[in-house]
């Protein structure tokens, strides 16, 4: 099992949120990063919204960066660990400047950038930016066909009903073979569809976990999976974010010091065919110094004992 970490101060949701975070700093954030790439862990995570609505913000908050431009702040700041978001909302940025701005990413950072891409629930973000809310399935389609013809091919051409190209050059491609990893997140059947399409792996986010083991054998099944690797990347504390952001306080969410109960939760995870998890915060981290602790005693005590 693979470890990851949640980016500090990257998202103000309030079933994740917690107040140390609150006076951090750019520094602080990066060097912190630098900490768990010291430390071993296998990639950061962060999410991304551009805007968000009033009557959203006491629960969503309106505090998220750029996902790329964050994350390649953090890869400067690193060497190892891996770059990823959770999730960029793929239909509300033209796909060319989307497949540039990974590209670039994963370039300058030796081939450490993964795209995990969501199709959006927040209509009135969409509204905003001018986007078509009920086509952002099929937009999200042709936009991820794209952007691998444009990572993949010396002479990429695309013809769509939203994306056009030919005769035209793109570079630099991505440092990794076949192009950034793609991961795709959310629970519909279309959003397994897609993985099994297009996808290195899949993010459930309302799925129970007890129907894991089902859904990746539907991805599996699909006509479209030619038999590549697929990752499954699930963190215990969603499921104290309900759909819309709301608070659901399972009690199998919060963070815990009882190592037997977190390598119990994560062998759960590895049986339901979990490749990637987060160990979450216990509540009530006091400061960036007991975060730190946390990062180290993970790193000392659960790592050794999961990694594959």
Same mark, same amino acid.
């Given at each position: 099992?693979?470890?990851?970490?949640?980016?500090?101060?990257?998202?103000? $949701?309030? +079933?994740?949120?917690?107040?140390?975070? &609150?006076? !951090?700093? @750019?520094?602080?954030?990066?060097? %912190?990063? =630098?900490?768990?790439?010291?430390?071993?862990?296998?990639?950061?995570?962060?999410?991304?919204?551009?805007?968000?609505?009033?009557?959203?913000?006491?629960?969503?908050?309106?505090?998220?960066?750029?996902?790329?431009?964050?994350?390649?702040?953090?890869?400067?700041?690193?060497?190892?660990?891996?770059?990823?978001?959770?999730?960029?909302?793929?239909?509300?940025?033209?796909?060319? $400047?989307? +497949?540039?701005?990974?590209?670039?990413? &994963?370039? !300058?950072? @030796?081939?450490?950038?993964?795209? %995990?891409? =969501?199709?959006?629930?927040?209509?009135?973000?969409?509204?905003?930016?001018?986007?078509?809310?009920?086509?952002?399935?099929?937009?999200?389609?042709?936009?991820?066909?794209?952007?691998?013809?444009?990572?993949?091919?010396?002479?990429?051409?695309?013809?769509?009903?939203?994306?056009?190209?030919?005769?035209?050059?793109?570079?630099?491609?991505?440092?990794?073979?076949?192009?950034?990893?793609?991961?795709?997140?959310?629970?519909?059947?279309?959003?397994?569809?897609?993985?099994?399409?297009?996808?290195?792996?899949?993010?459930?986010?309302?799925?129970?976990?007890?129907?894991?083991?089902?859904?990746?054998?539907?991805?599996?099944?699909?006509?479209?999976?030619?038999?590549?690797?697929?990752?499954?990347?699930?963190?215990?504390?969603?499921?104290?974010?309900?759909?819309?952001?709301?608070?659901?306080?399972?009690?199998?969410?919060?963070?815990?010091?009882?190592?037997?109960?977190?390598?119990?939760?994560?062998?759960?995870?590895?049986?339901?065919?979990?490749?990637?998890?987060?160990?979450?915060?216990?509540?009530?981290?006091?400061?960036?110094?007991?975060?730190?602790?946390?990062?180290?005693?993970?790193?000392?005590?659960?790592?050794?004992?999961?990694?594959?």
């Amino acid at each position: 099992m693979k470890l990851n970490v949640g980016v500090p101060k990257s998202m103000k $949701v309030a +079933a994740m949120v917690q107040p140390w975070e &609150d006076p !951090l700093l @750019g520094d602080d954030v990066g060097n %912190l990063m =630098g900490q768990a790439d010291s430390l071993g862990f296998n990639k950061c995570m962060l999410g991304e919204h551009f805007i968000i609505p009033q009557e959203h913000v006491a629960l969503s908050g309106d505090w998220y960066f750029h996902t790329v431009v964050a994350l390649g702040f953090i890869g400067g700041r690193t060497k190892n660990l891996r770059l990823s978001s959770s999730v960029s909302i793929l239909p509300l940025q033209n796909p060319i $400047v989307q +497949a540039k701005a990974w590209s670039t990413l &994963d370039w !300058l950072s @030796g081939g450490r950038a993964e795209a %995990l891409f =969501g199709v959006g629930w927040l209509k009135e973000e969409f509204d905003i930016l001018g986007v078509p809310f009920n086509k952002r399935g099929r937009m999200a389609d042709e936009y991820l066909a794209a952007m691998i013809e444009l990572w993949t091919k010396e002479d990429p051409e695309f013809e769509g009903e939203y994306v056009n190209f030919k005769n035209v050059g793109f570079g630099p491609k991505p440092l990794q073979k076949g192009g950034v990893p793609i991961w795709l997140g959310g629970d519909a059947e279309a959003v397994m569809k897609r993985v099994a399409k297009f996808g290195n792996g899949w993010s459930p986010f309302r799925t129970p976990p007890e129907t894991f083991p089902d859904c990746i054998d539907f991805i599996k099944s699909q006509p479209e999976y030619d038999g590549r690797h697929l990752d499954f990347f699930f963190a215990l504390e969603m499921l104290n974010v309900g759909a819309h952001h709301e608070i659901l306080d399972d009690p199998r969410a919060p963070g815990t010091q009882d190592r037997q109960k977190i390598l119990d939760q994560i062998g759960w995870l590895k049986e339901l065919g979990i490749t990637e998890t987060i160990v979450p915060l216990p509540p009530g981290v006091a400061d960036s110094e007991a975060y730190l602790d946390r990062l180290r005693w993970v790193a000392a005590e659960i790592m050794p004992a999961v990694r594959d």
